[in-house]
């Protein structure tokens, strides 16, 4: 079974350990007084995410930072499918949140974006963490109210609401992901993606017939001369953010709200 996305560890164990329900010990069985809190093991495996990405968290590794042994972490987590969804409530609850520029909603939404934007760029692991199935913890159930909240009074029903702000948070998590890729790239690569191309244009120049492309060469060359390469994360967020916030207010117009 895959754990690293959401949810993809026993719904009731999981539901436990994040809202800190206690469970029940096995009969017969006493075990010793825990040292420590789901925090502070939420905190090191986020570090360690942070730090090396997401397939570093294992129990051993985790257990290793806290020290403890791998078994006796299990007594406080059930599984890596468990802690990936406590460390993912713990950034959630954890994240800063700005005051928008005005009490609009376009400003609010913004401000909601901006937030999650902040909060990938701090824990780049997140962006590649599927969260369909996300955990229904504290810090999440926290962070959704503050964000529907964005967009109210706009005239969108409850289920428009949701659709909206789900469009909104996926926008956001694609930037990072590509964001995060583009890092990757110019890390693995040792080159910025203007000395990339600039070491591959004689290359280029021999294989690329731009009478044959004449659009793509045209458009291609406008846009990498703007971005100093084929791909500038800023520019990508801060326009599609406004196209989506522009379609919302297509739907709020249509809602007679606006």
């Not at 913890?137 to 789900?166: Q, S």
Request: proline content about 7%; glycine content about 8%.
């Amino acid at each position: 079974m895959a754990t690293n996305r959401s949810g993809a560890g026993d719904p009731a164990r999981t539901l436990a350990l994040l809202w800190g329900v206690p469970t029940a010990p096995a009969a017969g069985r006493r075990g010793p007084r825990q040292a420590h809190s789901p925090a502070e093991i939420a905190t090191a495996a986020v570090e360690l995410a942070d730090a090396e990405g997401v397939e570093a968290v294992t129990m051993r590794r985790v257990a290793q930072a806290l020290g403890l042994s791998p078994m006796a972490l299990y007594t406080y987590v059930p599984g890596k499918a468990e802690l990936l969804d406590l460390m993912l409530d713990t950034v959630y609850a954890r994240m800063p949140r700005s005051t928008p520029a005005d009490d609009g909603w376009r400003a609010r939404a913004t401000a909601v974006a901006d937030d999650n934007l902040a909060l990938h760029r701090a824990h780049p692991w997140m962006a590649a963490v599927p969260t369909s199935r996300p955990p229904l913890g504290p810090g999440l159930m926290a962070k959704y109210e503050y964000e529907l909240r964005a967009l109210a009074g706009t005239g969108l029903d409850d289920v428009e609401l949701d659709a909206a702000l789900t469009h909104l948070l996926g926008f956001v998590q694609t930037c990072a992901r590509m964001a995060a890729d583009e890092r990757a790239a110019r890390q693995d690569s040792a080159m910025s993606d203007e000395q990339w191309w600039a070491g591959n244009a004689e290359l280029l120049a021999r294989v690329f017939d731009p009478e044959r492309y004449p659009t793509a060469a045209r458009v291609g060359a406008a846009a990498g001369a703007a971005h100093g390469g084929a791909y500038s994360p800023s520019h990508a967020y801060e326009f599609g953010l406004g196209r989506v916030l522009d379609g919302l207010a297509a739907l709020i117009r249509d809602r007679g709200e606006e």
